[in-house]
């Protein structure tokens, strides 16, 4: 079934540890987003990527990373310069029409939740 | 700088009245707009989206939201709620200039009176 991966589910990571989280889709879109969930805030956007090889900012960078070398899988890494990294993370991805808009539904992943110790 | 207001942080309403969930956005250029659903332990789902022409449109499960230009608003509206409309809905903008991203705002909490 077409979809969007995210893994693991839970994840618990020390302080001062860096921690990837997995985003995969077999949709064939463009576009792929990350952002982060917390109570009361929505869904914050954190990177997002409309081709291979190249991705822009977004709102909350700020302590994390990504890489995006294959169409299907654009993984995100929270790092220990992150200062309050304990979230519920969502990758989701869109398709690309004309003029490279995107088409405008995002579909999400189920998401992973990171708690830090 | 874009951004998407929901003013309304939690809305109570009984079992079949109407609804009307508010969204402002801030942007320089004509807005994609999105409305999405997110049901207690389950992924966001669309509920409808506007790009261009009537400003009035029709989405799944009852739903309907109207573009209005000069108050930077695109509510989201329902004649008569269900128990199963309870969830939290999120208002979205597209912002697609050299390259494409989508902001949300910080969702509205719906909750359904018997």
């Known amino acids: 079934d077409g979809g969007i991966t995210q893994s693991p589910k839970y994840l618990f990571r020390k302080e001062g540890q860096n921690v990837t989280l997995s985003c995969e889709q077999n949709?064939?879109?463009?576009?792929m987003y990350w952002y982060r969930q917390d109570p009361g805030q929505g869904l914050r956007l954190i990177y997002y990527s409309q081709i291979v090889n190249d991705f822009q900012k977004g709102d909350i960078a700020e302590g994390y990373s990504v890489s995006r070398e294959k169409k299907e899988s654009f993984p995100l890494t929270v790092t220990s310069a992150q200062k309050n990294p304990t979230a519920f993370y969502l990758c989701?991805?869109?398709?690309?029409?004309?003029?490279?808009?995107?088409?405008?539904?995002?579909?999400f992943g189920e998401g992973s939740r990171l708690t830090v110790l | 700088a874009q951004s998407v207001t929901q003013p309304d942080i939690h809305i109570t309403v009984s079992e079949g009245a109407s609804l009307e969930l508010r969204c402002n956005y801030s942007y320089g250029a004509t807005p994609y707009l999105f409305w999405y659903v997110q049901s207690p332990g389950q992924g966001l789902q669309l509920l409808l989206k506007y790009f261009s022409g009537d400003t009035l449109v029709q989405g799944i499960k009852g739903f309907e939201a109207e573009f209005k230009r000069s108050q930077s608003s695109f509510n989201l509206r329902k004649p008569s709620v269900h128990w199963s409309d309870a969830a939290e809905y999120f208002c979205a903008v597209g912002i697609y200039s050299s390259a494409s991203k989508i902001i949300f705002g910080s969702g509205t909490r719906l909750s359904i009176r018997p």
């Open positions: 949709l064939n879109h463009d576009a």
């Open positions: 989701a991805s869109s398709m690309v029409g004309q003029g490279s808009v995107p088409t405008g539904e995002l579909f």
